[in-house]
């Protein structure tokens, strides 16, 4: 019996020795598994950790980048949609609007209107073709259940586009709608009442008469719709300001998040070494 006790006592110092790691430090440094001799030593635990840091480290990487993803698809999805719908609204225009042929209109203004309405139509085409072109493939891969297939979109590559489309559809494309809607109202109103025809060669709009309500009509529209050009383009710029801001303060946060993970590897190296 006392045999089996020293055998039993000297067990614990050799398997300390073993390990070259104390008895003294088990308590502060190992889990409570450990102490409890659950049958993982000091070495596979600290494998263990450093695993579940990588793991949990690649984790992270993949939510970012299915974040990305999932953005390029609602981007392109607001793309196609405003695209389409403010296409349509202009297509529609220039072909119901009806010229009053008795009426001799100012030169500048139907080669305003139509030059305006060409390259509104074109700008949200084009913007319409690359989320056509790109949206499939990112739908396909963002319905796969699966972490490892967000590699497989092409939405890291096509970036530049899909923001380009995101910019035509709605930063440029709008201020052209915009400018679509005065001109549409000096062409409808500007016959309205106006009394005498003026000359053929005249370059502008016509002189306000007396009892020429179309005039006014197309005027207050004008005056209303400087404005709101004015305070769209001033909220585009705060918005797209704030959002760089957002960014860039989110990638200061993942890039002391990656130093702490950093500091936490090189940790774990060293505990490797030293077993």
């Not at 139907?110 to 700008?123: D, E, G, N, P, Y």
């Not at 890291?156 to 201020?175: N, P, Q, V």
């Not at 060669?201 to 197309?218: I, K, V, Y």
Request: proline residues 5%; positive net charge; aromatic residues 8%.
């Amino acid at each position: 019996m006392k045999a089996a006790h020293k055998t039993g006592e000297t067990q614990p110092f050799a398997m300390s020795g073993e390990l070259n790691v104390p008895m003294g430090s088990s308590a502060a440094g190992m889990p409570d598994r450990l102490q409890d001799g659950g049958g993982m030593d000091y070495r596979d635990w600290v494998r263990r950790s450093y695993l579940e840091l990588v793991t949990s480290n690649h984790h992270s990487v993949q939510a970012l980048s299915w974040r990305k993803l999932y953005l390029s698809r609602a981007k392109l999805k607001a793309s196609s949609r405003t695209s389409a719908l403010l296409s349509g609204f202009a297509m529609v225009a220039m072909v119901e609007v009806q010229l009053e042929m008795q009426y001799s209109y100012p030169r500048v203004l139907l080669i305003a209107f139509s030059v305006c309405t060409t390259v509104l139509v074109a700008v949200h085409l084009f913007a319409l073709l690359i989320s056509t072109c790109i949206l499939p493939n990112v739908e396909a891969v963002s319905n796969i259940h699966n972490l490892n297939s967000v590699s497989e979109s092409p939405h890291e590559r096509m970036h530049k586009y899909i923001e380009l489309a995101w910019g035509f559809s709605t930063a440029l494309g709008i201020l052209l709608f915009l400018a679509e809607v005065v001109l549409l109202c000096w062409i409808k109103f500007l016959p309205v009442d106006s009394g005498a025809p003026p000359k053929a060669n005249c370059t502008g709009p016509a002189a306000p008469q007396p009892g020429h309500s179309g005039w006014q009509a197309a005027l207050a529209s004008t005056i209303i719709m400087v404005p709101v050009g004015i305070i769209f383009v001033i909220f585009t710029i705060h918005f797209y300001r704030s959002l760089v801001r957002h960014k860039t303060e989110r990638h200061h946060q993942e890039i002391e998040e990656l130093h702490k993970i950093k500091v936490q590897l090189d940790g774990h190296e060293r505990g490797l070494q030293a077993v």
